[in-house]
């Protein structure tokens, strides 16, 4: 109705101007020359004031505009890895993987980059809260201290629930201030627990840990649904590890084995040689299968060969393999992890492949002093209970009934960094600064002790938790003097080199970590009988009905990076959605329930409802509905007008919802332990449907037949092959070079550097922290759901993922695809004002000033990869612009850019070469997205150094460019993807 | 009718305009943007003559940045007090004050200058060197008279370290009472300078100066 109101009032403004009669030339002329002068005049106006303001006293290590680094751990997750941080002028502006790290190796996943624009997040919360409303430190104190002593006199039940706690310091405190009360207990839990792992090893070893599992010794590898490259307790650690076993190094080369066995497709699945698809019911039964198989081949037992073949296969594969195999379960159940335990030790792979002497502590929940807690909570007799570091109303199956219980206990003292759903039913909440804003420390292995550090003068009030600690008990020190304190008492008597604490205390903050010695756990002989318990009860029946999976996602992990909104951009590594999570069903499911992509249904299973829109995914078992968790944070609306907002804007989230939907009340109980396959639930339609956007909308390289080349039917982008092949002929599997017929004449000439680029595609699992390394490194901004389903996303980087259906099984590749640099590049020919030229070093240089935004260059561009900037993009608020980095230009609506290798780093790099005299050395530069990756699987380097780690990988029979029949002579190759797997290759 | 009332109005004023930007052309012929000449009053006096000229104070002495990193820098005020804690006036009126007290028998005063007790002002301290409770540090706010564009990155250490004088862009500063743009700072000016020195070097060293566009746009 509006509109036509606005059409008829338009008419009749039309109706009342006078008829225009038509612009003639010289009133052309007249207007232009007026604006030509007028803007000349505007353009002579004096200079604009600037201010330089110096320090008054300027600390000695600091040169402004010169970064210092620091090392700290990264706190995105409990894994405990090395990041060395970059400070520019006081402030934090990239993380980087720290490369000396003992756990990490040098890598950082996309949610530890990714952490530091948490830093500059402007809803954190910048004091404590007293019911709910500002309170002083005071106040806070003076509150919780009344109440404490009223309990340390009439006694009653103090509780302390924390996720896992890696840091010795803060647990020795908490182990402390629970001593004060008769009945304290410290409770840990993990919303992606890995309970049923320690609680196995307690049955099975004597012991409740979690064994360091070292990939970087397994040649054959069993993974039961354990994302352990993607999500699954540390996957940096454990990319590194696995890669190690894979790089086809050594004469002659060897490469390892790896199973999957999985009902959605993970990203590790999307790595496997073998990725084998079952029901989670199935998963069980082919565990137990594969247990009584290999202890037969011990001759344990005289069980029949297994009915399924593929058990027997991996059994034999498993047991020519002894003492250099794992098999893994990422399920959360009892029974499964002993069965698993049971394998390992027949196999003999305690000891090698996984360590119980030292173990690691990456994962402590136990759920079953949860579930006892939660009835305590219940029953309403606890007195007071602290929480830090988990969200427990937002992340457990009972989040709603806790708020209640939790509203019914005396006091509720909430320690987080921001007002999340559980510090909304907290009496007190105590407001915590940033890991990058404090002093704590961790021991995420025996024996490895890292440091984290303050990077800056902390925004608002905030205490960090150890202080809020040692305040109640008494105590008025800093976190630094507790750090300290606790050091110097505890872990100096740990080492002898050092001899004394300065000197151990110093070096550990500068290397960022300490390695230090720890007495070898003594575990007791293996429990058979609990194993031959455990087998005995976890004989499933197959089920026809749909289960559903809840798993974590590579970005949102268990929902406490909610909101940050590059992972929220970040796109799935293997769906490409960004801004939302799904129901995943199977093509032939979603077909037989007439389901279609976007479609929202309920999912209904005990009682409980979720309705999520459906993204059809291929490679998932037909009876599996899959769901991530991690969405539905509470407060994500703040992201409904992200982006630019112009006319046709869409809002990213629907007014008044959130990020997604929260799938945590659908978990389940099963033994007092979290369970995150939920069988027999039933899917409705609803009627409504939920637009995605992805970053990709081409999933197969198998090209259809109207659009095919002239002469194959599969574009020559992916290089893949198996290894029997690759060892029989290295260079098997590339594709025929096509015939390069070139436009131009000589190629370029480069006298200095020539730089490149080589990926191994082995290598790369699609993990995408090059990705947000990119972002963080080069001013990239963040453009909403609405711009990505416009294609119009700004990313450098992308990671391209393929589907391959083609001989019956079911593959995925993964290939980062960034500007190639190309020789004769397409993009540099067609701009009509020299924006984007070629430099004398190979680089193709992109001219913001100069950019006049034809996008000429990117139509032109074969690869996809040169990105508009449409609109004049927010970086955020004012605060969250403290992130950009000052060395690259913030770029303006209207002008082109893409990957510049990151030239500032180069530019860099030489600049210093040359101060000190020296030459260049060959890894003196990386670029953000090959310094990050955690599985090493982009290097870059001078084609012209002969000696250089780049040249020897262009030398290897596996290097090929993409689309190189097009004489565009790309700087960026490829290695080809090698798989372990039956068959002649590709 | 209307269409020539716009004309004659359109008319004045693009001759107006003319007129404005000849005048300009006969002064100086300036692109919007640049700001050659530019010699902006600073916060406190502070003269180059008599630092870098007359005592010959070298400019990477308090221009240490110059040789580490991107920017100069402009010193920070302890970098100052290294000398002016202890030099409080120029030396003539010192002297004359120590004459003065010498004929009137009495022990002389502190002479304090001005302009450098707006030094101590940002310390908030007393020419004597103590601090003033009632009073906060603040750091001195000068005013900025180089200015790149912000899609140009300009690394002074690049320059200092292969042996380009100061002045070859900033001009004679030592002579300078106020700190003045002696040079227009544009682009041609830039690769000028880059092409010759491929030539003829640097104080007769060989340099190679790239004149590549992500030598200072990136």
Redesign the interface.
């Known amino acids: 109705m509006a509109e036509k109101n606005d059409t008829i009032l338009l008419d009749r403004a039309a109706d009342e101007l006078p008829p225009v009669q038509g612009v003639n030339r010289r ?1 052309f002329l ?2 232009a ?2 604006t030509f ?2 803007a ?19 600390p000695e290590e600091l ?4 970064a210092t680094w620091y090392a700290t751990t990264c706190a995105g997750c409990s894994a405990g890895c090395g990041v060395l941080a970059k400070n520019r002028d006081g402030r934090p502006i990239k993380l980087e993987g720290n490369p000396d790290h003992p756990i990490s190796k040098g890598g950082l996943c996309a949610i530890g980059q990714a952490t530091l624009l948490g830093l500059y997040d402007s809803q954190r919360l910048m004091s404590p809260l007293a019911n709910g409303k500002a309170a002083t430190w005071d106040e806070v104190d003076r509150r919780v201290a009344e109440q404490l002593d009223r309990i340390k006199k009439n006694g009653g039940a103090v509780r302390f629930l924390t996720g896992t706690v890696t840091s010795p310091t803060t647990e020795a405190l908490i182990r402390r201030f629970l001593g004060m009360f008769k009945d304290g207990k410290h409770i840990q839990y993990d919303a992606l627990s890995a309970s049923a792992i320690l609680d196995a090893h307690e049955k099975t070893h004597g012991v409740r840990v979690l064994p360091q599992y070292r990939f970087d010794r397994a040649d054959v590898l069993v993974s039961f649904d354990a994302d352990f490259l993607g999500t699954w307790i540390s996957p940096v650690e454990f990319t590194a590890g696995y890669c190690e076993k894979r790089s086809l190094q050594g004469q002659p080369p060897s490469f390892s084995y790896h199973a999957q066995i999985e009902s959605r497709v993970s990203l590790t699945g999307s790595n496997a040689d073998e990725r084998i698809c079952r029901s989670p019911v199935e998963i069980n039964i082919m565990i137990t299968q594969l247990a009584k198989a290999i202890a037969a081949k011990a001759g344990i037992t005289t069980a029949g060969t297994p009915t399924d073949s593929t058990v027997s296969r991996l059994a034999e594969k498993l047991w020519s393999a002894r003492r250099r195999s794992l098999v893994l379960s990422g399920i959360n159940g009892l029974a499964i992890q002993i069965a698993v335990n049971f394998i390992n030790h027949l196999l003999d792979n305690y000891g090698t492949t996984i360590e119980i002497e030292r173990p690691s502590h990456q994962k402590q929940g136990n759920d079953r002093e949860l579930k006892a807690l939660l009835d305590e909570l219940k029953s309403g007799s606890v007195a007071a209970i602290f929480i830090h570091g988990c969200n427990p109303v937002y992340d457990l199956p009972d989040g709603q009934n806790l708020a209640d219980w939790l509203k019914k206990t005396p006091m509720v003292v909430s320690l987080t960094d921001r007002l999340d759903e559980t510090a909304e039913v907290s009496t007190m909440v105590c407001a915590e600064p940033h890991a990058l804003e404090t002093w704590s420390d961790a021991e995420p292995v025996t024996g490895v002790l890292t440091i984290m550090q303050p990077l800056i003068q902390p925004f608002g009030s905030t205490r960090p938790f150890t202080e809020s600690l040692a305040a109640w008990m008494g105590e008025k020190l800093s976190a630094h003097e507790l750090l300290q304190k606790e050091w110097e008492r505890t872990h100096f008597k740990r080492q002898t080199e050092k001899r004394s604490f300065k000197d151990f205390w110093g070096d550990a903050v500068k290397q960022g970590f300490a390695t230090v010695q720890s007495k070898p756990l003594s575990s007791r002989p293996f429990n058979l009988d609990a194993a031959w318990n455990a087998l005995r009860e976890s004989t499933g029946i197959a089920s026809t009905e749909l289960a559903l999976v809840l798993y974590p996602t590579m970005t949102m992990h268990d929902g406490r990076h909610a909101h940050n909104p590059w992972l929220h951009e970040l796109p799935d590594p293997v769906t490409k959605i960004v801004w939302d999570n799904y129901a995943s069903l199977s093509r032939k499911t979603a077909e037989a329930l007439q389901l279609e992509e976007g479609d929202v249904v309920r999912i209904e299973a005990e009682g409980k409802s979720l309705d999520v829109p459906v993204h059809i995914q291929p490679g998932q078992d037909d009876k599996t509905v899959a769901v991530a968790l991690g969405y539905g944070r509470k407060g994500t609306d703040r992201f409904t007008n992200i982006g630019p907002q112009w006319l046709e804007a869409k809002p990213t989230v629907a007014a008044g919802s959130c990020v997604g939907t929260n799938a945590a009340p659908m978990l389940a109980w099963n033994n007092s332990m979290l369970t995150y396959d939920i069988s027999n639930v039933r899917l409705t339609r609803t009627g409504q449907t939920h637009p995605f956007a992805s970053t990709q909308d081409h999933h197969s390289l198998h090209v259809p037949p109207h659009l095919a080349p002239v002469d194959g039917k599969r574009r020559p982008i992916i290089q893949e092959t198996t290894f029997a092949a690759y060892a029989a002929d290295p260079s098997s599997g590339s594709f025929e070079k096509a015939e390069v017929v070139s436009l131009w004449g000589d190629p370029h000439k480069y006298h200095g550097y020539h730089w490149g680029i080589v990926i191994d595609l082995t290598a790369c699992t699609g993990c995408s922290a090059c990705v947000v390394s990119c972002q963080a490194e080069n001013n990239i901004p963040i453009v909403g759901k609405d711009e990505v389903s416009r294609s119009r996303e700004l990313t450098w980087i992308r990671v391209d993922r393929y589907y391959d259906e083609s001989d019956g099984t079911f593959s995925v590749a993964h290939q980062p695809m960034m500007c190639h640099h190309c020789d004769n590049a397409p993009c540099e020919t067609v701009c009509p004002v020299l924006a984007t ?1 070629h ?3 190979g ?1 193709n ?1 992109q ?3 100069r950019c006049v935004g034809t996008r000429y260059c990117s139509n032109n561009c074969p690869y996809k990869v040169r990105r508009f900037n449409w609109f004049q993009y927010e970086h955020g608020d004012e605060r969250q612009r403290l992130v950009l980095n000052p ?4 770029r303006d609506r209207g002008v082109m850019e893409k990957c ?1 290798f990151c ?2 780093r180069i ?1 860099e790099a030489k ?1 210093a070469a ?2 000190d005299g020296v030459p260049l050395k060959d890894g003196d530069i990386q670029p953000a997205c090959a310094q990050s990756c955690p599985a090493k699987a982009i290097v870059f380097g001078d084609m012209n150094d002969p000696n250089s780690e780049l040249v020897k990988r262009i030398k290897d029979p596996r290097h090929y460019r993409v689309l190189e029949e097009l004489g565009i002579r790309p700087s960026v190759g490829y290695l080809t993807l090698v798989r372990n797997r039956e068959g002649e290759g590709a | 009718m209307a269409s020539r009332v716009l004309t004659i109005v359109l008319a004045v004023a693009l001759t107006l305009s003319l007129f404005v930007l000849l005048g300009s052309y006969t002064q100086s012929y300036m692109l919007p943007g640049n700001h050659q000449g530019y010699e902006p009053v600073q916060p406190i006096a502070y003269s180059h003559r008599l630092h870098a000229g007359e005592l010959g104070i070298a400019c990477l002495h308090c221009h240490s940045a110059a040789e580490k990193g991107k920017y100069a820098g402009i010193p920070s005020a302890n970098v100052c007090m290294n000398c002016h804690k202890f030099i409080t006036a120029p030396w003539l009126e010192v002297k004359a004050e120590e004459d003065r007290a010498t004929k009137e028998g009495r022990k002389p005063q502190l002479v304090v200058s001005p302009e450098i007790q707006k030094l101590y002002d940002a310390f908030a301290v007393t020419a004597e060197m103590k601090p003033i409770s009632t009073r906060e540090p603040k750091p001195i706010e000068w005013v900025k008279v180089h200015n790149l564009p912000d899609f140009v990155y300009f690394n002074h250490s690049a320059h200092v370290n292969a042996g380009v004088e100061c002045q070859t862009c900033h001009g004679e500063v030592q002579t300078m009472e106020r700190v003045r743009q002696v040079n227009d700072l544009s682009m041609g000016w830039c690769v000028n300078c880059h092409r010759q020195v491929n030539q003829e070097g640097v104080k007769g060293k060989k340099v190679y100066a790239s004149t590549d566009c992500v030598t200072c746009h990136y």
């Open positions: 009133d007249k207007l020359g007026f002068g007028g000349l005049l505007a353009g002579c106006q004096p200079a604009k004031v600037e201010k330089a303001i110096p320090f008054l006293i300027q040169t402004p505009g010169v030229v430099s004398e070093e680089l240089q001219v913001y000033n060395d690259i230009t913030v510049t030239v500032q530019q600049i040359k101060r």
